[in-house]
Nanobody, 122 residues
Framework: QVQLVESGGGLVQAGGSLRLSCAAS????????MGWFRQAPGKEREFVAT????????YYADSVKGRFSISRGNAKNTVYLQMNTLTPEDTAVYHC???????????????WGQGTQVTVSS
């Protein structure tokens, strides 16, 4: 079992920034990839970004390219999501996920955190 705990969400004005953190614990040895997904009310879960814990390769959703940055922490099994130039369309619950391969699909991530709310006011 892998446990993922997110932190760093909150309320921010449009144009502002937030940094989300995710810490993984438990049986993480086979999880080579960590990522972020988000889900807004009434919408499906949406891919945001993912990073390989082995070589640092990253994927981003087109909607966040140039504004969001995913990175690995110095401590193993930690990942961050730096979010800049936020807009009200970024409002959602952001979930951290862990898996074994880089993917845009939530189906490829076996472990999930409870999520942290990000609200962007206009």
């Amino acid at each position: 079992q892998v446990q993922l705990v997110e932190s760093g969400g909150g309320l921010v004005q449009a144009g502002g920034s937030l940094r989300l953190s995710c810490a993984a614990s438990g049986r993480t040895s086979s999880d080579y990839v960590m990522g972020w997904f988000r889900q807004a009310p009434g919408k499906e879960r949406e891919f945001v970004a993912t990073i390989s814990q082995i070589d640092g390769v990253t994927y981003y959703a087109d909607s966040v390219k140039g504004r969001f940055s995913i990175s690995r922490g110095n401590a193993k099994n930690t990942v961050y999501l730096q979010m800049n130039t936020l807009t009200p369309e970024d409002t959602a619950v952001y979930h951290c996920a862990a898996g074994q391969r880089l993917s845009y699909s939530y189906a490829d991530f076996a472990s999930w955190g409870q999520g942290t709310q990000v609200t962007v006011s206009s």
